[in-house]
């Protein structure tokens, strides 16, 4: 009978290398034995051994450093996301609170938040034609951004604008940093196009290689790509954005009540 891929010795290895790295044998940072060791340790193949440890990269838990071997993968700090991140009194607001793991009771420690952009005129995609409500390749305000905290990237959120609404403001600078003086938000509300309501849409999914790069995750790693769509308190429509987050380091946290 053909043995079942959770017996095989190279998940075994790797069963044992994870108690290890749960247990704290192996702790944040520390290096993997060579796979020379692991072969010897365990009495098999290299070629068994460096599966183990393949194993383990593609679940996110060690990382391959080059011509330096495998290292269990430093936790990052948890960043909880609900409907209080876009509150108004926090428009301004360019710190966070990250938590060492995901449970609610850690204490939160604040990080410096921070962002790339770059910013211009494309043709509408058919998604953003229709959250916009203009025509496939018409053109619209792009605002690219890469979050990071700490100087570390975390995600990217690229908005888009119907020119009219955002032509001459802060929204249009391309300049690093937040729009303004609160942000994309506070200025589309001095245009009279106050944020009222929010349709967010998360789907996992792995990420491209150029996401993997930009927000240097770990192979294996997915992320959580997030589509935004902001409107006023009419229905009109004034920002359609899509982010894409690494999924180790956040949590998405929302309260509500149970619709009749």
């Known amino acids: 009978m053909r043995e079942s891929a959770e017996t095989t010795p190279s998940r075994q290895i790797a069963d044992s290398l ?4 749960a247990s704290g044998m ?24 460096a599966k183990a440890v393949a194993i383990l990269k593609a679940e996110g838990l060690v990382t391959a450093r080059p011509g330096s071997g495998a290292y269990v993968r430093e936790p990052y700090p948890i960043r909880r996301l609900g409907p209080d991140r876009y509150a108004r009194n926090r428009w301004q607001v360019t ?20 962002q790339t952009q770059e910013v211009g005129l494309v043709e509408a995609d058919e998604a ?8 496939v390749g018409s ?13 570390v990237p975390t995600h990217t959120m690229t908005s888009y604008y119907r020119q009219e609404d955002v032509e001459g403001t802060p929204i249009a600078d391309p300049r690093p940093g937040i729009a303004g003086r609160g942000g994309g938000f506070a200025i589309l509300a001095e245009r009279g ?22 927000l240097e995750l770990p192979t294996g790693e997915p992320v959580v790509e997030v589509c935004r769509t902001a409107r006023t308190a009419d229905g009109r429509v004034i920002e359609y954005a899509r982010g894409v987050h690494a999924a180790s380091r956040f949590i998405w946290s929302y309260t509500y009540p149970i619709p009749d």
């Open 139 to 151: 053109q619209v305000y792009e605002r690219a951004r890469v979050m990071t905290r700490e100087g």
């Open 18 to 21: 994870r108690s290890d790295i």
């Open 26 to 49: 192996l702790p944040p940072g520390g290096r993997l034995p060579p796979v020379r060791d692991l072969a010897e340790r365990y009495g098999v193949s290299r070629n068994t051994a």
């Open 193 to 214: 196009l106050d944020p009222h309501e929010i349709t967010e849409d998360l789907s996992a999914r792995m990420p491209t290689t150029e996401e993997a790069l930009l």
């Open 95 to 114: 710190t966070v609170d990250a938590y060492a793991d995901a449970q609610k009771g850690s204490a939160p420690a604040q990080q410096q938040g921070g």
């Open 128 to 135: 953003v034609a229709a959250a916009l409500g203009v025509d």
